[in-house]
Nanobody, 116 residues
Framework: QVQLVESGGGLVQAGGSLRLSCAASGITSSINLMGWYRQAPGNQRELVAAITRSSVANSADSVKGRFTISRDNAKNTVYLQMNSLKPEDTAVYYC??????????WGQGTQVTVSS
């Protein structure tokens, strides 16, 4: 089992920055992929960014150049640095990990609200 605890969401004005953190506990040695999804009201959950254990990262086109994903394997933590935030970035952000055997775990979600 893997447990995920997210932090760092909140309310920010357009153009501002936030940093999300997600700390994993449990069988953390089994974690391969870590990442962030988001879901805005009325929309499907979408992948924002993901990063492998060896720190190969990818992100959605909508956030490229503004969001940066990183991870600290020693701390079993993944981060999402969000800069130049836009109102359309408003959503609940979910931490997500996938283990070596393909099982996915989700965090409880953290609200990010960007005001115009």
């Amino acid at each position: 089992q893997v447990q995920l605890v997210e932090s760092g969401g909140g309310l920010v004005q357009a153009g501002g920055s936030l940093r999300l953190s997600c700390a994993a506990s449990g069988i953390t040695s089994s974690i391969n992929l870590m990442g962030w999804y988001r879901q805005a009201p009325g929309n499907q959950r979408e992948l924002v960014a993901a990063i492998t254990r060896s720190s190969v990262a990818n992100s959605a086109d909508s956030v490229k150049g503004r969001f940066t994903i990183s991870r600290d394997n020693a701390k079993n933590t993944v981060y999402l640095q969000m800069n130049s935030l836009k109102p359309e970035d408003t959503a609940v952000y979910y931490c997500w990990v996938v283990t070596n055997w393909g099982k996915a775990y989700w965090g409880q979600g953290t609200q990010v609200t960007v005001s115009s």
